[in-house]
T-cell receptor
Framework: TQLLEQSPQFLSIQEGENLTVYCNSS?????LQWYRQEPGEGPVLLVT?????EVKKLKRLTFQFGDARKDSSLHITAAQTGDTGLYLC???????????FGQGTRLTINP | DAGVIQSPRHEVTEMGQEVTLRCKPI?????LFWYRQTMMRGLELLIY????????DSGMPEDRFSAKMPNASFSTLKIQPSEPRDSAVYFC???????????????FGPGTRLTVL
């Protein structure tokens, strides 16, 4: 069974600080996605990483896919209150058109 | 373009009652997914369809849950009879199989918050 473990599960920091959240697995994934979910809404895709070692930047967010394609990280620089939300990583299940989701990191940025 | 539409947004019902949740996927998408989200268990896949055909219902918790997709623009998730432990947010998502080389993006609806008293 392919599992994705995210850490930390909860993170509360002050505006302006930097942070990194992690998504780890013992399985190899062909790609990994990061979604952000705001209160009262459904998850929205932020990025897909496909190649081992790939780094993608989305403004203050930097996503990295591990060389072995078993892990990924999301780094936020100078966090803002608008970054508050639930961050979910997801990867395609082997042999099926469905995603395996991690349990999420609930991020709170305090003003 | 309209995104995935779900109704109702909130549902409060009493134990034993039948609950029907509705979803309209994005036009042209060929996959539809039903998820349940709780604080304890996170986001769980219940069932998914491809071209209106159920492909994998292994996540459906028990026989009280059923899902249908009578056509490409409509799907329902029914719980009968409902129980308090069914209280959760239920999401519908749709996607279109592509050739991006990565997993296909899933587009989620706003969810239905179900409370069973």
């Amino acid at each position: 069974t392919q599992l994705l473990e995210q850490s930390p599960q909860f993170l509360s920091i002050q505006e302006g600080e930097n942070l990194t959240v992690y998504c780890n697995s013992s399985s190899v994934f062909s790609s990994l996605q990061w979604y952000r979910q705001e209160p009262g809404e459904g998850p929205v895709l932020l990025v897909t990483v496909v190649t081992g070692g790939e780094v993608k930047k989305l403004k203050r967010l930097t996503f990295q896919f591990g060389d072995a394609r078993k892990d990924s990280s999301l780094h936020i620089t100078a966090a803002q209150t608008g970054d508050t939300g639930l961050y979910l990583c997801a990867g395609p299940a082997r042999g099926a058109q469905k995603l395996v989701f991690g349990q999420g990191t609930r991020l709170t940025i305090n003003p | 373009d309209a995104g995935v539409i779900q109704s109702p947004r909130h549902e409060v019902t009493e134990m034993g009652q039948e609950v029907t949740l509705r979803c309209k996927p994005i036009s042209g998408h060929d996959y539809l997914f039903w998820y349940r989200q709780t604080m304890m268990r996170g986001l769980e896949l219940l069932i998914y369809f491809n071209n209106n055909v159920p492909i994998d219902d292994s996540g459906m918790p028990e026989d009280r849950f059923s899902a249908k997709m009578p056509n490409a623009s409509f799907s329902t998730l029914k719980i009968q009879p409902s129980e308090p432990r069914d209280s959760a947010v239920y999401f519908c998502a749709s996607s279109l199989v592509g050739t991006s080389g990565g997993a296909d993006t899933q587009y989620f609806g706003p969810g239905t918050r179900l409370t069973v008293l």
